[in-house]
């Protein structure tokens, strides 16, 4: 193994690891997370798939009420308190068959704060998870501690709503993702002399797209920069508009594909949408997950549409989408 991949493997721990690894993530509040999270776990659990979802909502915790479970006695909390050793203990069994959970800290200072060496010490943990896929489901917002869980996945699913303020959160989000990656590529490619130098060639008081970064890197130094170019391309976001009434929410997605691509480089692959649905905060009042409660609705059948595509291979076929 290189350096790189060893190093990348730190933050990065499914280089090192046959665990398929998906992040839920996506910079707004209540869009969505939690319920995609919970849903995608059960599908694969559905299918036959040992799975086990965190709950990664530092100070937020509440996916154990998502996949109908009340609060756990153990959490996330007795792990990096060092109560617990081994992360396998913390699994808590839910109603569905191969779906396991290991819920998140309820208090908001002790994992709201988690240093960096706790939270590489729980990335590479998640290597000896005795689980085939690990669901990630994430907080809010754009703290270092949830980037660095998102880039810990080798799939990051991003989900959107249609609504300018979850839209503006999105290209936020896949922007501080870039430059969060950016900076642990730098580090390990030894680059930050080559980075500085392309930051330092913008005009004065003008923005510098991450597009532009890259191609002025390239510029610079063209093996550098072509290698810089395939680490960050090694990242895959999935896009998943979720509550869509109208053709026109589906097609947003395009946009935000399309600008991600121009303006950041970021190759996206939207992946499918989610139908608003009525029935949702029904279950969620019931505890009981819609996946389970309503299982021929229109919502579970996206839902698992979805998630065969992500388990498929390449998903370059999955570019655009239409309201079907
Ligand atoms: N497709 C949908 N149809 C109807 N309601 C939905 C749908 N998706 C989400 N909701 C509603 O949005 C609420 C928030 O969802 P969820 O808790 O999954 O969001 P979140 O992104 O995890 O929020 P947080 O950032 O607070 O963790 C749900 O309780 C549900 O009522
Ligand atoms: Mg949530």
Known sequence: MDKITESLGQLNPHILSDKKIWSVGGGKGGVGKSLMAANTAISL???GHKVVAIDLDLGGANLHTCLGVGVPSKTLSDYITGKILDLNELVVPTPIPNLGLISGAQDELGMANLRN?????LLAALNKLNAEYIILDLGAGTTHNTLDFFIAANKGLLVV????TSIENTYRFIKSVFFRRLKVIEDFLEIQPLIQQAMNSRPQGQMFLPSDLVKKVTELNPALGQKL???ISKFKFYLIMNQVRTPQ???IGNSIKNVAKKYFGVDIYYIGHLEYDASVWQSIKRRKPVTIEYPNSPLVISFKKIVAKLMDGPMENYGNQKLL
Not at 117 to 121: E, G, I, L, P, T
């Open 45 to 47: 659990a559905q299918k």
């Open 117 to 121: 060496m706790q939270k590489n010490k």
């Open 161 to 164: 709503l249609p609504e300018p």
């Open 229 to 231: 170019q395939t680490e």
């Open 249 to 251: 929410d589906v097609e």
